[in-house]
């Protein structure tokens, strides 16, 4: 059985990917182009589906910490 996975891009897509088939038990390797995450200066909406799947990623609370930080400061 494949356990060893590449990831190419490390978007939004990417990472979600990387983070889910790490919980699954792969060995996942990420690859992003670019050489630093940078705002695009637009606000973010989340759709309900995206939260399921953040929420099985394990990052929800996390993000809801970040953005409350953000918004406070
Ligand atoms: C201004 C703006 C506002 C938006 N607002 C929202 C919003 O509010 N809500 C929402 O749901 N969506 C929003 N979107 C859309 C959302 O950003 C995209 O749907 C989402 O980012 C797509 O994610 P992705 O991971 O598929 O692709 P991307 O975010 O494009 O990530 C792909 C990554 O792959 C990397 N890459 C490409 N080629 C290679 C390669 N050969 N090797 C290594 N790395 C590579 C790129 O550098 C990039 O980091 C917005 C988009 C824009 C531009």
Known sequence: ???DIIVIGG???GLTAALLLQKKGFSVRLYEAGSAIKGE???IGI???AIKVLQE???VKE???QV???IVS
């Open 11 to 13: 978007g939004i897509g």
């Open 63 to 65: 993000l809801f910490q």
């Open 57 to 59: 990623a394990g990052v």
């Open 68 to 70: 409350r930080e953000a």
């Open 41 to 43: 200066g637009a606000g």
């Open 1 to 3: 059985m494949v356990k």
């Open 47 to 49: 759709g309900s589906n």
